[in-house]
Antibody, heavy 117, light 108 residues
Framework: QVQLQESGPGLVKPSETLSLTCTVSGGSISTYYWSWIRQPPGKGLEWIGYVYYSGSTNYNPSLKSRVTMSVDTSKNQLSLKLTSVTASDTAVYYC???????????WGQGTMVTVSS | SSELTQDPAVSVALGQTVRITCQGDSLRSHYTNWYQQKPGQAPVVVIYGKNNRPSGIPDRFSGSSSGNTGSLTITGAQAEDEADYYCNSRDNSGNHVLFGGGTRLTVL
């Protein structure tokens, strides 16, 4: 079955760039949308955006100026970059397989990223 | 503005029926999807689209919609249903995704 695994630094300094990778196993990255969603500690879910396997993207307007998503079909991976981070970007970051842009049917386990000096 | 509103907390007696609601203007045009999240775990979709349950989700979970409100109903709530529930859908433009603030369900 398809599994997703997020990876990346657990600690990022303020003003720097958060970079995460999501590796898809057990299936192809092709033909699906792939989303990033985050959850600050003790709070709700926030959609960051999605990348289609073709490379097209769509971002949350509130984060658009700082977000870049990409996909590497040869490695079956997707990536997230979030620039100029602040403490408010501290969260568990999830990648999720996405159908019809708003249905997240398979999720990774999530990775905690803390923004602190 | 585009947003989805949920009650922060709901409780239900074991074996009884509970409805969790999600309100938003965009729900007049788009389906509501529902996710269950237990502590320390990733969310799991329990209802998507008009009223579809993924494989493995018990049939006590069902979804419905009326006007600007989407609802998740659990008929005969079990102890294992105690969790946070999040609704999501699209915004008014249909191009972006929204999440509700979440409802914490307590099974008494």
């Amino acid at each position: 079955q398809v599994q997703l695994q997020e990876s990346g630094p657990g600690l990022v300094k303020p003003s720097e760039t958060l970079s995460l990778t999501c590796t898809v196993s057990g299936g192809s990255i092709s033909t699906y949308y792939w989303s990033w969603i985050r959850q600050p500690p003790g709070k709700g879910l926030e959609w960051i955006g999605y990348v289609y396997y073709s490379g097209s993207t769509n971002y949350n307007p509130s984060l658009k100026s700082r977000v870049t998503m990409s996909v590497d079909t040869s490695k079956n991976q997707l990536s997230l970059k979030l620039t100029s981070v602040t403490a408010s970007d501290t969260a568990v970051y999830y990648c999720a397989r996405t159908t019809v842009i708003d249905i997240f049917d398979i999720w990774g386990q999530g990775t905690m990223v803390t923004v602190s000096s | 503005s585009s947003e989805l509103t949920q009650d922060p907390a709901v409780s239900v007696a074991l074996g009884q029926t509970v409805r969790i609601t999600c309100q938003g203007d965009s729900l007049r045009s788009h389906y509501t999807n529902w996710y269950q999240q237990k502590p320390g775990q990733a969310p799991v979709v329990v209802i998507y689209g008009k009223n579809n349950r993924p494989s493995g989700i018990p049939d006590r979970f069902s979804g419905s919609s009326s006007g600007n409100t989407g609802s998740l109903t659990i008929t005969g709530a079990q102890a294992e249903d105690e969790a946070d529930y999040y609704c999501n859908s699209r915004d008014n433009s249909g191009n972006h995704v929204l999440f509700g603030g979440g409802t914490r369900l307590t099974v008494l």
